[in-house]
């Protein structure tokens, strides 16, 4: 790839992140578990066959790999100096990655269902449940109790 070009896309990307690329990540990252948590549900009872369980579950990993590329990318291009987009990034790389996870084992669970893959997707929710609770919590503004304060 010619310097240009890079340098082209390394701008782009610079831009992407300045305008709140991050924010829009985690917001997929939400957007991805709940979709993913409808189709498995509606499979679970019966609602969709399995042919359209994988056709939707195609759609979220094709998400979810737009968002593991890019971000992967950001981080490949960020000065290793910047501790804070470096740390921001890491989480939601982890919570992309095991958004993958949970799609491959309920991807297995349609293909194969069995008492593993079932045991496999349920562990694959509860890592992608508990690192978007990590998020959550370490990503919310300060709460304003001001309406609670009884001194007033």
Not at 105 to 120: K, Y
Request: charged share 20%; hydrophobic share 40%.
């Amino acid at each position: 790839m010619p310097p240009e070009q890079r340098w082209a896309e390394l701008l782009t990307l610079a831009q992407a992140y300045q305008s709140n690329y991050l924010e829009l990540v985690a917001i997929c990252g939400f957007q991805l578990y709940a979709s993913t948590g409808v189709v498995a549900t509606d499979y679970a009872n019966g609602y969709i066959d399995a042919e359209t369980a994988l056709s939707a579950l195609d759609g979220n990993r094709l998400l979810q790999s737009c968002c593991f590329s890019t971000l992967t990318e950001i981080v490949a291009l960020t000065p290793v100096d910047d501790e804070l987009l470096h740390a921001e990034a890491g989480r939601l790389l982890a919570i992309i990655k095991a958004e993958g996870d949970l799609l491959n084992a309920l991807r297995e669970v349609c293909l194969a269902p069995s008492d593993s893959t079932e045991a496999q997707t349920e562990e694959a929710r509860r890592q992608v449940e508990m690192l978007l609770d990590e998020y959550t919590i370490n990503n919310l503004p300060p709460a304003d109790n001001s309406e609670l304060d009884s001194t007033r």
